[in-house]
């Protein structure tokens, strides 16, 4: 059935100042050459295989050529080929420093690949000769935000929001450099502001729902299910209005309705982003296989010796956000983010060795390959510390994944797992808003147990290597767990862990509101109010559930 009429549609908003920036920007430069002109238009149709033959072939003979150069760096980019468009965005700008939209595409293909201390460089470059342009500005203040400086990054984000007052995204850019940096009731106005400027924003929704601190009421869930039946709503807003829809119920106390409501967005995102269960559980036997006890012995010293990560994992929603609290408000640590190095690695190691799996490699690669790569985490990381403290957290839950990958390049680095109940943990994934590829409920138990298993094997292989934190002892007797903490890390106990929350350090995560009070309980047990809907994943769970947290002999 047809929705209500309305005159303006969420869907096209007035042109605005970026894409005016971004019309100019692509303006500032044209092609000189009426050849090249020609390979142009073809890479953008149908024959852009013949067409980049033919670009190469026009690179043979001018190799000096920017213009040829950029085409031939984005014909890479579209192509996967990352590391080799980076290499030819350089070899243009060496040649046309002035061609800004190739250097304005070099910094984002720089985002992309994790290194933003160069895409920070390139963007003052930008900024240098168009101060005023709000896709610099916004880039150089995400990048901000990334590394760390966020007050720096506050700045940015409040001039932009305040310069260009109708756009509904520099609202909401704006409302999550608050948020991190504590300021909630700021941060609570801005999202609201969004809502003001597009109604229909499911993100600006969303990130009112994902401050756990606020609770929905009536008039919130009408508005919102009044925009839900907007025919022409796009599905990015429809799907992030589905998660904040299920918030706004929960906080009612309608819990059907909730559910319900986390179920269609959850279908939304698995439409769009399939998820492959086989190749989880086969990433994890492949894991055991490869990381055995004589394995490590046949590989030992070989990383860098450099003490000074702290790896937190796990599975999202386990606390792993207040255990990096909790060792934050310690004098020699130092919380960074969940930091992307490890993965980056990862996939350069692939790409460079064109394997499908890094694990294929590993067998094969020099002994100082491990201490090189471990070195290079170390330099990467270096720009999100803003301390002299002797030890950082790299709070990435999925590291778990590559246990033993870092034993191999950072030996001497701890690992703490954070656990928390599956019931608790995996609805609350379920809940949470993220464009990552969506298990099913019962998809959800087995890689739970995926999980357990892999961790199992690597308690077995690296005897007292990682130490684990389970969720509800730590909310049950915070000084005896923290203790126990500090006792592996190998350093002294103070009392400023327990008082973490007083810490102003900023918090990225979803959880940065609850991590900036004291430690309750009312987490714990949560889960029961949707128990009636979670049967395909307490059984799916199996043993890891109802054995939990003890592991089952069958994981073993």
């Known amino acids: 059935m047809a929705g209500p009429e ?6 096209m908003p007035k042109p605005d100042a970026f894409a005016a920036a971004s019309t100019r920007l692509d303006a500032t430069h044209t092609i000189g050459s009426a050849r090249l ?32 150069l950029a085409l031939m760096a984005e014909t890479a980019l579209s192509k996967g080929r990352l590391h080799e468009a980076a290499a030819l965005f350089e070899r243009c700008l060496e040649r046309a420093p002035g061609f800004a939209a190739a250097r304005y595409r070099y910094a984002n293909l720089l985002f992309r690949l994790n290194r933003f201390a160069a895409a920070l460089r390139e963007m003052d470059i930008l900024l240098a000769h168009d101060s005023g342009n709000p896709l610099f500005r916004q880039m150089k203040a995400n990048l901000l935000r990334i590394i760390g400086d966020d007050a720096q990054s506050l700045v940015l984000f409040e001039q932009l929001a305040e310069e260009h007052p109708s756009r509904a995204e520099c609202w909401i850019a704006y409302g999550h450099a608050l948020r991190v940096m504590g300021y909630q009731d700021k941060s609570v106005a801005a999202y609201r502001n969004a809502i003001d400027r597009r109604p229909s924003s499911g993100l600006a929704w969303w990130s009112l729902a994902n401050m756990k601190t606020l609770r929905f009421g009536a008039p919130d869930t009408a508005a919102m299910e009044t925009q839900l039946r907007w025919p022409d709503i796009s599905p990015d807003d429809r799907i992030a209005l589905q998660f904040a829809l299920g918030k706004a119920h929960e906080d009612l106390g309608a819990y059907d309705k909730a559910f319900d409501h986390y179920a269609k967005a959850n279908a939304g995102l698995r439409l769009r982003l399939p998820y492959n269960a086989g190749k989880i559980a086969s990433r994890a036997a492949d894991s055991r296989r490869l990381f055995t006890a004589g394995f490590f012995e046949s590989h030992k010293a070989v990383g ?23 060792l934050s408000s310690h004098s020699a640590i130092e919380g960074t983010a969940e930091l992307p190095y490890i993965p980056a690695i990862v996939a350069e190691m692939e790409e460079r060795e064109g394997a499908d799996d890094y694990l294929d490699v590993l067998a094969r690669l020099e002994p100082g390959a491990f201490a090189a790569m471990g070195e290079d985490y170390l330099d990467r990381a ?5 301390t ?3 030890f950082f957290i790299d709070k990435r839950p999925a590291n778990f994944w590559h246990i033993g990958l870092i034993q191999l390049m950072l030996p001497n680095a701890k690992i703490i797992d954070a656990r928390r ?22 998809e959800l138990g087995r890689s739970y147990r995926d999980y357990v298993s892999l961790m199992a094997h690597f308690d077995t292989v690296l005897p007292g290597k990682i130490h684990r934190v389970i969720f509800e002892d730590l909310i049950g007797d915070p000084e005896a767990e923290t203790r126990r903490l500090l006792d592996y890390l190998g350093l002294p106990f103070e009392e400023s862990c327990l008082r973490f929350y007083e810490a102003s350090r900023t918090v990225r995560t979803s959880s940065s509101e609850q991590v900036r009070r004291p430690i309750t309980g009312e987490a714990v047990d949560q889960w029961r109010n949707f128990e009636p809907w979670l049967g395909p994943l307490l059984r799916s769970a199996g043993s890891a559930f109802s054995e939990y947290p003890s592991v089952p002999e069958e994981l073993r």
């Open 37 to 68: 002109r020609k390979i142009a238009a073809l890479l953008k149709g149908e024959g852009r295989e013949s067409a980049e033959a033919e670009l190469r072939k026009y690179l043979d003979g001018h190799p000096e050529d920017a213009d040829a």
């Open 388 to 390: 002299h403290r002797p």
């Open 304 to 326: 860098c010796t450099a003490p000074d990560p702290i790896f937190i994992v796990g599975q999202p929603r386990s606390g792993s956000t207040l255990i990096e609290q909790i």
């Open 6 to 11: 309305r005159q303006i549609s969420p869907q």
């Open 421 to 442: 109940n599956p019931a608790a943990c995996l609805l609350s994934m379920f809940k949470l808003y993220f464009n990552r590829a969506r298990p099913h409920l019962t």
């Open 382 to 386: 270096r720009v999100h510390r803003k």
